[in-house]
T-cell receptor, first 116, second 114 residues
Framework: AQKVTQAQTEISVVEKEDVTLDCVYE???????LFWYKQPPSGELVFLIR??????QNEISGRYSWNFQKSTSSFNFTITASQVVDSAVYFC?????????????FGTGTRLQVTL | NAGVMQNPRHLVRRRGQEARLRCSPV?????VYWYRQLPEEGLKFMVY????????ESGMPKERFSAEFPKEGPSILRIQQVVRGDSAAYFC????????????FGSGTRLTVV
């Protein structure tokens, strides 16, 4: 069965620091999708990225970057030069059976607190 | 607004009452998913529906909970005889037909049982 582990429950950093949020997943499928979502204090879920298991290229989007390592089943998320607005809970998620629409399995989330 | 619409945003029910949560998917999306987020926890899958069909309800509690996605109108998650433990945020997501299935989430309904 699929599983997503976010071992870091809470991280506190000072503004402008870089921070990496870890995500480790388990799946028996050879093809799957990985996602990151942000949940700010207002409570909604904001989509950040979706990654196909066949595409191991790292991705950068502004201050955000993602490191996908299939060999270690990890999909880590780094925020460079963090800002107070980055304070939120971040969820990693896995979708198996990419040939069909199916559920997402979420990790328990990492709460990021960025202070001045 | 082309996103997933959930209403109400906040819902307060007394123990024993019924709660009805509504979800209108993105126009053109034929797949709807319900997730529950208990306080300080991650999202847990509840049920996956297509129009008039329940595809996967492996995450639904066996009693008091039901879901539907009729041919016309929004998807409804119904909780009968609510208890304090049902207090949570309930999120709905939709995706288009077929792979790879990009998900759009609604803003959630926060249910409080008093």
């Amino acid at each position: 069965a699929q599983k997503v582990t976010q071992a870091q429950t809470e991280i506190s950093v000072v503004e402008k620091e870089d921070v990496t949020l870890d995500c480790v997943y388990e799946t028996r499928d050879t093809t799957y999708y990985l996602f990151w979502y942000k949940q700010p204090p207002s409570g909604e879920l904001v989509f950040l990225i979706r990654r196909n298991s066949f595409d191991e290229q790292n991705e950068i989007s502004g201050r955000y970057s993602w490191n996908f390592q299939k060999s270690t089943s990890s999909f880590n998320f780094t925020i460079t030069a963090s800002q107070v607005v980055d304070s939120a809970v971040y969820f990693c998620a896995l979708k198996e059976d990419p040939g069909t629409a199916s559920k997402l399995t979420f990790g328990t989330g990492t709460r990021l607190q960025v202070t001045l | 607004n082309a996103g997933v619409m959930q209403n109400p945003r906040h819902l307060v029910r007394r123990r024993g009452q019924e709660a009805r949560l509504r979800c209108s998917p993105v126009k053109g999306h034929s797949h709807v998913y319900w997730y529950r987020q208990l306080p300080e926890e991650g999202l847990k899958f509840m049920v996956y529906l297509q129009k008039e069909n329940i595809i996967d309800e492996s995450g639904m509690p066996k009693e008091r909970f039901s879901a539907e996605f009729p041919k016309e109108g929004p998807s409804i998650l119904r909780i009968q005889q609510v208890v304090r433990g049902d207090s949570a945020a309930y999120f709905c997501a939709s995706s288009p037909r077929g792979p790879p299935g990009g998900y759009t989430f609604g803003s959630g309904t926060r249910l409080t049982v008093v």
